[in-house]
């Protein structure tokens, strides 16, 4: 079983940054493919990045490319999705999900784990 909380999100304007975190429990974490996604009221959970094991493999969506850096801290059991030049339609509820699976799923259902989530709000 692993567990996820995620930290980090707030209030920003546009073009500022965050970085938001996410904790995890377990050993398992250090060989489990890890995630992350957003959901904004009456849309779909979408993905934003993701990185494997290992660190040597990342994806992310096109939007935040260049933008969003995902990393992983093995040490520390600890995710993190560093945002810059943040833009209002980054706004969302950000999500921290893990899987067992060693490919890079960019899909929701692809990930068995998940934290409760972080507020993303960027103003204008």
């Not at 692993?2 to 429990?25: F, I, P, T, W």
């Not at 994806?59 to 935040?64: A, E, G, K």
């Not at 040490?75 to 943040?86: D, E, G, I, R, V």
Request: hydrophobic share 30%.
């Amino acid at each position: 079983q692993v567990q996820l909380v995620e930290s980090g999100g707030g209030l920003v304007q546009a073009g500022d940054s965050l970085r938001l975190s996410c904790a995890a429990s377990g050993r398992t974490f250090r060989t489990y493919t890890m995630g992350w996604f957003r959901q904004v009221p009456g849309k779909e959970r979408e993905f934003v990045a993701a990185i494997n094991w290992s660190g040597s493999s990342t994806d992310y969506l096109d939007s935040v490319k260049g933008r969003f850096t995902i990393t992983r801290d093995k040490a520390k059991n600890t995710l993190y999705l560093q945002m810059n030049s943040l833009k209002p339609e980054d706004t969302a509820v950000y999500y921290c999900a893990a899987t067992s699976r060693t490919v890079v799923p960019t899909q929701r259902g692809g990930y068995e784990y998940w934290g409760q989530g972080t507020q993303v709000t960027v103003s204008s």
